[in-house]
């Protein structure tokens, strides 16, 4: 087996695939230390900057000194504190929707719902480009995959018509992380309603960035509970810290606490996690000034990254992947760039289509304006 591992192990090397973990010293921010060298990031999903801000950390030591590090057991046995609950009712809240419950991670999460709901005498109807968990939650649940063209509501209707028996859920990504665009969440909606399914969205990359209070993608849309069911967040992304959450009204908070086996057989999250995350979550609420600035970045680096003849995708969130082709090619670039002090990572099969390997940017309202023209510079060197 050994042998067998070790020489695929070199193909996948041959092939540009090879994934290799670099070593980050000190917190996130746009300026950091990565391999020892200092290197300016564009990979990280912190959108408002508030992985390091002091509030946060504060809030954090604060609950580590009323509640200790670990949460010492699964949520159903003795380890849901006062801190998972009042987070859950913030987040609940925040949503607009009945409950809240929290997930270790938005994998286990997405996981955890799919599972729940759907088994083998129904029917999962899934954008193309989803985010690998809603895919292999599809896989795990035993239920009638079908994953429709992306962001093509026609294709989704297509499906619908032939799957008239059992449970119907279609699931999609807010904001498709490694395009950057949005779901057409009004249309899918009308899919559902006319399919008689619910539909459920993953706004990973939406919730702090998009709509009133960095609401999300559904806010974005004025869109409510009742057209999306399903309300799938995580807490790494703009809210700086970690985890996630599933909201939605009480029956189906209900059913995933006594059936989503990704809750019930984890530990849950650390105490002083969630007392950091209420903090991060008020931050976020109050952060327009943040996500004014991060549009006038995102802004500045299309208008830059035009004037360069670089080939954008049609994406207006900090998510803005440069699309290269071959996998070789976005390696080479990506490696180029590093040589420059610009850490971009280049996103390769199977997370996209073959042939559509890319250098994934990614903007925070941490970077500065010079950051950016730093970065369109070495853009510059690169690929003209």
């Known amino acids: 087996m050994e042998a067998e591992l070790h020489a695929a192990l070199v193909e996948r090397r041959a092939q540009a695939l090879y994934r290799t973990r670099r070593v980050v010293d000190g917190p996130q921010a746009p300026q950091q230390i990565i391999d020892g060298r200092e290197v300016l990031s564009f990979c990280s999903n912190d959108y408002l900057g508030l992985a390091n801000h002091p ?15 670990g949460a010492g057991a699964a949520h159903l046995i003795n380890g849901h504190s006062r801190a998972h609950h009042a987070l859950e009712e913030a ?27 759907l088994g083998k005498t129904d029917a999962l109807f899934e954008d193309r480009l989803n985010h690998a968990s809603l895919i292999d939650a599809g896989r795990l649940c035993g239920a009638r995959l079908r994953r429709y063209r ?11 018509g032939k ?45 702090g960035v998009l709509g009133r209070q960095g609401r999300g993608t559904l806010n974005h849309f004025g869109m409510g509970a009742g057209e999306v069911p399903v309300l799938m967040g995580t807490l790494g992304k703009a809210f700086g810290t ?37 903090t991060s979550l008020r931050l976020l609420q109050r952060g327009d000034a943040q996500r004014e600035r991060l549009l006038a970045l ?19 969130t900090p998510v803005q992947p440069i699309v290269v082709g071959e996998t070789a090619r976005a390696v080479a670039v990506s490696e180029a760039l590093l040589r420059r002090g610009m850490l971009v990572t280049a996103i390769r099969p199977p997370t996209v289509p073959d042939g559509s390997a890319r250098l994934r940017v990614t903007l925070s309202a941490a970077h500065s304006e010079a950051q950016v023209d730093r970065l ?9």
């Open 55 to 69: 509030e946060v950390i504060a809030a954090l030591q604060r609950g580590a000194d009323e509640y200790g590090v």
């Open 91 to 117: 987040l609940a809240e925040f949503t607009g929707r009945e409950r809240a419950l929290l997930f270790s991670t938005g994998y286990m999460a997405n996981l955890g719902v799919i599972t729940a709901l």
């Open 150 to 160: 992306h962001a093509d509501p026609a294709s989704l209707d297509g499906f619908l």
């Open 163 to 207: 799957h008239p028996q059992g449970r119907r859920l279609i699931a999609s990504d807010g904001v498709f992380s490694m395009d950057g665009d949005l779901a057409p969440l009004p249309a899918l909606a009308a899919a559902a309603a006319r399919g008689d399914a619910w539909l459920m969205i993953d706004d990973a990359h939406g919730l």
């Open 242 to 278: 970690s985890g996630a959450f599933v909201a939605g009204r009480e029956a189906l908070i209900e059913t995933l606490i006594q059936q989503a086996r990704s809750y019930i057989y984890t530990t849950a999250l650390p105490p002083a996690l969630a007392e950091a995350t209420r």
């Open 298 to 316: 995102i802004r500045r680096f299309r208008h830059g990254a035009g004037q360069l003849g670089l080939a954008l995708m049609a994406s207006e």
């Open 376 to 384: 369109l510079d070495a853009f510059g060197e690169v690929l003209t």
